[in-house]
């Protein structure tokens, strides 16, 4: 029977990748079995166009546990026997269709991911874009996204510590929902998805089958889509109420000893997860669907093998220990089902009692085939690239009105309105909660902290992927720095439009050539990930946006620092790139440009062995208690970095140095490898001989004190007029 187009395209699949089952199978697939091939080679799960770019970056260091997409998160070594794990992933496209229960279900799979380690899940962190706020769909998006954050967050029990959020047109149909998670575990209770021996029970537990999120994998996040009517059914729903207790029994179950291997049912459900486990141990598995407990009626075996319904586990345990196992999830009043069994045939094969739905072989599921396509920028690229001062002219209005009006701003105005939605205090680990340039949280029984960020910048990689690659990197890591932490580890999610067009073939590729080199560079491995393609529609795809989620390790939980000026008489200094002649590319991809000149234009740049060393600047200085705060010049510049400071603090500025002609690049620009920081004045010397040291410049800015912001005789504002435009502008902005 010939397979239509049609239905090849509902599952992801080219025609030339069914003629390649074909020569796999030797025979023509059932649809169940096609609808597995569809799942398991989807880019969502096969990485088809990625993983051979992927490769590109380094993964190793001597805290790192794991290969990257060896398991479901990455694990580090925090020493004391403590291993964190954490991943970041996407949930894109469900966010765009349906997105109070696309963003919910989103945090509920990363948080499983984290469960299906072993770890107690213990922080939650999200990246999010939007289309501009003027839009009534777009308001509508963003209201329901962090509406699904807050309601499943808090539901479950994990904090939200940070994030960040920004708005552009070109996320106007393609809204960005990225969720990273962290857990921690005992190093000698990390867990495996590995099946292990031939025998095992396949135990599925958790919330019964339904229909949702049927082709969530192939057809929702492997594909661009024009009319998102026909998508809805493939959003899954969520019940975070039986997440947290599936998260309590799965621990308690882990804790006995008696699990072999868990695994998350995620992206193409028990096809994914029962594939994975059993390929990765070298085994196969019989899988009985009549066995599988249900919501619905009427489900067929396609239904079964391909829903994503969410708040389900897959553990595989000895048949010896399966009474004890069940007896801990009866107590929880949770769902435990005898599915399968471990065999040692190397064959995935599906059955409803004594009838074989499917058969076929793990290797030709699980081995994807792969593309290296070539990729070519594309024909504007060079022209917005060239920027130059002398054709971008002065603003007509005063340094004040700038700052004002950049500070009122969606992407730079506070965002306490949305995260003040979430619980950023339960578990009680919080020392540095959202705000700040990285989150903290301490590491019970120990003196020691770990600092969390998560961090992209779409223009940036627009203008130039391979430098808008380096700098993603260097402002995750010195948002990190900034704390008094080392970065120690990342997680990527990497969202692009369709992979198959060369324009973004070749964005996705010099990102991540960007982003290898600044990894190598500081020292800091990627270790886990998520890859989202085809964020795109009606022929419009999204900037290249790569999201870095970062995590460092503070030694001396007492010696940390936070962004906001702390007091008043402090002393005010820029570290870094402090140079004050200004270059076209100072103001490439910046708010002031878009804001005031309506331009995404430019070239950024970025000297990362100066970043190097401004951040291990940074952390000593932190560490030896000279520096009082510590904050990065990014999205605004050095004037809006300063105003952050001064706000959050509810301290005044005054300000005394030297500006070029060109004052709006230097207060405004968004050079790259700077940090703003205070001290008291009599560790200036102290300060100055570490920067002397390092080889990083550092220059005087000015004093804390007082009720008003001043810089030089540009600005000279009441602080309660600069607090009012940041902390109301988001909200005017809705």
């Given at each position: 029977m010939t397979v239509t187009q049609q239905e090849l395209d509902?599952?992801?699949?080219?025609?030339?990748?069914?003629?390649?089952?074909?020569?796999?199978?030797?025979?023509?697939p059932n649809p169940v079995e096609l609808g597995m091939f569809g799942a398991l080679w989807s880019e969502h799960c096969g990485y088809k166009h990625s993983r051979p770019l992927l490769k590109l970056f380094p993964s190793r260091s001597p805290r790192v546990l794991s290969d990257p997409g060896a398991e479901n998160a990455g694990a580090v070594d925090l020493g004391d026997g403590i291993v964190a794990v954490f991943k970041v992933e996407s949930h894109n496209h469900p966010s765009a269709v349906e997105p109070l229960q696309g963003a919910a279900t989103g945090v509920g799979g990363i948080v499983r991911d984290i469960l299906a380690m072993g770890a107690r899940p213990i922080a939650l962190l999200n990246s999010l874009r939007f289309g501009p706020l003027d839009n009534a769909h777009n308001r509508h998006l963003f209201q329901g996204v962090v509406g699904g954050i807050s309601w499943y967050g808090n539901c479950i029990g994990v904090p939200d510590v940070g994030g960040e959020i920004y708005f552009d047109s070109c996320y106007s149909q393609n809204p960005l929902v990225n969720a990273m998670c962290v857990g921690l575990v005992n190093k000698a209770d990390l867990a495996t998805s590995a099946a292990g021996d031939e025998g095992n029970v396949l135990l599925l537990v958790g919330s019964g089958t339904g229909r949702d999120g049927i082709h969530g994998a192939s057809g929702l996040a492997s594909r661009t889509f024009e009319e998102d009517q026909e998508l809805r059914p493939t959003v899954q729903v969520g019940n975070p109420f039986l997440e947290k207790i599936l998260i309590e029994s799965c621990l308690e179950a882990l804790a006995t000893g008696d699990v072999v291997a868990i695994q998350d049912l995620g992206a193409a459900g028990l096809t994914s997860s029962t594939v994975e486990s059993a390929d990765k141990?070298?085994?196969?598995f019989i899988l009985d669907i009549s066995q599988v407990h249900r919501r619905e009626d009427g489900m067929t075996a396609y239904d079964v093998m391909l829903s994503e319904s969410q708040e389900r586990m897959l553990l595989v345990v000895a048949p010896a220990k399966v009474e004890r196992i069940r007896r801990i999830f009866d107590k929880w009043e949770i769902p435990c089902r005898d599915i399968g069994r471990v065999i040692s045939d190397p064959v995935a094969r599906i059955v409803e009692e004594d009838k074989t739905i499917a058969q076929v072989p793990i290797r030709h599921?699980?081995?994807?085939?792969?593309?290296?396509?070539?990729?070519?920028?594309?024909?504007?690229?060079?022209?917005?690239?060239r920027l130059s001062l002398s054709e971008v002219p002065l603003p007509l209005v005063s340094p004040e009105?700038?700052?004002?009006?950049?500070?009122?701003?969606?992407?730079?105005?506070?965002?306490?309105?949305?995260?003040?939605?979430?619980?950023?205090?339960?578990?009680?680990?919080?020392?540095?909660?959202?705000g700040s340039d990285a989150a903290l949280l301490r590491l019970r029984g120990t003196d020691r902290a770990i600092a969390l960020s998560i961090d992209g910048n779409g223009r940036y990689c627009y203008l130039d992927p391979f430098r808008g690659g380096q700098i993603a990197v260097a402002e995750v890591c010195r948002n990190l720095s900034c704390s008094g932490a080392e970065p120690v580890a990342l997680t990527d999610c990497l969202n692009f439009g369709d992979p198959e067009k060369p324009e973004v073939y070749y964005q996705l590729e010099w990102c991540i050539r960007g982003m290898a080199r600044a990894c190598r560079v500081l020292g800091v491995p990627v270790v886990s990930g998520n890859v989202s393609l085809y964020n795109e529609s009606r022929g419009q795809a999204i900037h290249p946006t790569p999201v870095l989620g970062g995590l460092g390790l503070l030694e001396d939980i007492a010696r940390y620092a936070r962004s906001a000026f702390p007091g008043d008489g402090l002393t005010v200094?820029?570290?870094?790139?402090?140079?004050?002649?200004t270059r076209s590319s100072d103001l490439a991809g910046s708010e002031y440009l878009?804001?005031?000149?309506?331009?995404?234009?430019?070239?950024?740049?970025?000297?990362?062995?100066?970043?190097?060393?401004?951040?291990?600047?940074?952390?000593?200085?932190?560490?030896?208690?000279?520096l009082a705060s510590a904050h990065d010049c990014a999205e605004g510049g050095l004037a809006v970095a300063l105003a952050e400071c001064s706000v959050q603090g509810g301290v005044g500025f005054m300000g005394e140095f030297s500006l070029p002609q060109r004052w709006d690049a230097a207060l405004f620009g968004e050079r790259q490898s700077r940090i703003v920081v205070s001290?008291?004045?009599?560790?200036?010397?102290?300060?100055?001989?570490?920067a002397d040291e390092s080889g990083v410049p550092i220059r005087r800015l000015g004093t804390t004190g007082g009720d008003r912001f001043r810089v030089n005789r540009q600005i000279d504002l009441p602080l309660q007029e600069i607090s009012g435009a940041w902390r109301e502008g988001l909200e005017r902005a809705l």
């Open positions: 509902e599952i992801a699949l080219s025609r030339a990748e069914y003629d390649m089952i074909l020569d796999r199978l030797d025979r023509e141990a070298g085994k196969g599921l699980s081995d994807a085939p792969m593309y290296r396509l070539k990729g070519v920028p594309s024909e504007d690229q060079a022209r917005r690239q009105e700038v700052l004002l009006r950049l500070l009122e701003a969606p992407n730079i105005a506070s965002k306490e309105g949305v995260y003040r939605q979430y619980d950023h205090q339960v578990q009680t680990n919080t020392v540095v909660g959202p200094a820029l570290l870094g790139d402090v140079g004050s002649r878009q804001v005031f000149h309506g331009k995404i234009e430019g070239r950024p740049a970025i000297d990362l062995d100066m970043e190097r060393k401004l951040q291990a600047l940074c952390r000593r200085a932190i560490r030896d208690g000279i001290l008291a004045e009599n560790d200036w010397m102290a300060l100055q001989r570490l």
